[in-house]
Every structure is written in structure tokens, then in C-alpha cells.
């Protein structure tokens, strides 16, 4: 599963840096408390999503200059090139299928080819 957050947290530091912009000219434009909102919880390292994610990005675009559009684009660019390809994703459940199978096998020690023939198989023997 692909994640946004931990990218728009990246696109958004990145921006305020380059802009040299402080997170309390960021917290400000948000209308939170300087030392906390901003560099605790959205640049942090929590998971958690800010109550009003518009509200702050919209400050974080409004004071490096980044277009909000630019800041969400470039977060899902950077999710994107992360994120496993439909081929990576096959070969995944392709493994866990055989684990499984693998797993099935040493609890009822039988493969399953050796298990009971159906009534088909049967009735053409």
C-alpha cells in the first residue's frame, strides 16, 4: 500500500527550507502554536494525518511561494516512484501463493497432487 503522507511531509520540508522559511512563519499562516503543530506532528515522524491537511499545505504555499497544485503534484510524483510496480506486486502474491501452499503441505503432510482423485478423475481411471 502506498503511502502519501510521508511524501507530502518531504515535498512541503523541502520547500520550507528552500524558501527560508522557519516552521513558525509555517505555524502562523495555519493559525497553530509554533512550537508544536507544525514541526512536531506534519514534519515529524508521526503517521497521522493534520486535522485540516488543505489548511496546511495552503500555509506552507503561502509562505515559500510553491503553488498548493505544485506541493500535492510533486508528493505524488515522489509516492509514485516509490511505490512497488504492478510487476513487483505480482511477484509478491505469487510468493506469498507458495508460501501458503508451502505452509499447507508440512500441516497435513500431503502435496496436493496426492490428494483424493475428485468423481471425474475417477470415473476416466
Known sequence: MVQ????L???CRRAR???GVGYAKVAGEA??????SISRTFEGTGDAWPKNPDLVVGAYAKTTGVSVFDLWDAAVKLAREEAPT????AEGALADAN???QSTRRVSGK??????????K???G
Open 99 to 101: 508460501a501458503a501452499d
Open 4 to 7: 502519501l503522507l510521508p511524501h
Open 9 to 11: 511531509k518531504v515535498v
Open 86 to 89: 504492478l510487476q513487483e506486486l
Open 111 to 120: 502435496s496436493p497432487s496426492s490428494r483424493r482423485p475428485t468423481a471425474k
Open 17 to 19: 527550507e528552500d524558501a
Open 31 to 36: 493559525g497553530f502554536s509554533a512550537s508544536t
Open 122 to 124: 475417477r470415473q476416466a
